[in-house]
């Protein structure tokens, strides 16, 4: 189990990845971190580097001081929530919020997140070179539906879950800036589009958002 320690957590991510909502989890949290940036959906290199960690060779990947590996994105801010519950990012085991929690986290990681992967090389799901263009907007359609349908389910208050600001905010405010980016986003989703405003506003974010997660608003 993740304590609280000072020693160093490592963090194979990259800019404009989801490993930004990663780091924004460890900001909070006041946990010190080191980056290995690499584009691993574009850089062979990069794809190399985080290997010998993560056979799937993607980011984020997370690194623990005592040498445990971490990867999926929503068990990494899952597992840094539950292990740090003064900061109060994750309803805790037994709060009637934690059912939605889980389902809203699943949900963008298995629902929106994981079509990136198509997004990324096309020929992973059998599309030819030439329907490339027609396959990524198909891609952005299934996304923009996806967010749809959780905006119509969500009731924020300012957040998803009520008055207080946990690593869902966090996690949907960093893949909505992914393609079909934010402007649809903003039209498709606007409960979320609130929320994400909130998160954006974030001042102990102010530093992060600017430098790593470069949005097209």
Sequence with gaps: MMTETAARYTLYGAPHSGAVAVEAVLTLLGLPYDVIDGETWHDEAARDRVQGVNPRRQV??????????????????????????????????????????????????????????????????????????????????????????????????????????????????????FGPWRERFYETAPKLAAVVRRVDAEPRLATLWRTRLLRDD
């Design 60 to 177: 984020p990947t997370l690194i623990l001081p005592g040498g445990e590996v971490m990867t999926e994105s929503a068990a990494i801010l899952i597992g840094l929530a539950d292990a740090h519950p003064a900061a109060r990012l994750a309803p805790p085991l037994g709060d009637s919020r934690r059912f939605q929690f889980l389902r809203w986290m699943m949900f963008v990681s298995s629902a929106i997140y994981a079509l990136y992967w198509i997004k990324g090389d096309v020929a992973r799901v059998g599309v030819s070179e030439a329907d490339e263009d027609r396959t990524i907007d198909a891609v952005h359609d299934a996304i923009s539906k996806n967010w749809a349908l959780m905006d119509e389910a969500v009731s924020p208050a300012p957040f998803i879950l009520g008055a207080e600001l946990t690593v869902l905010d966090l996690y949907v405010a960093v893949i909505s800036t």
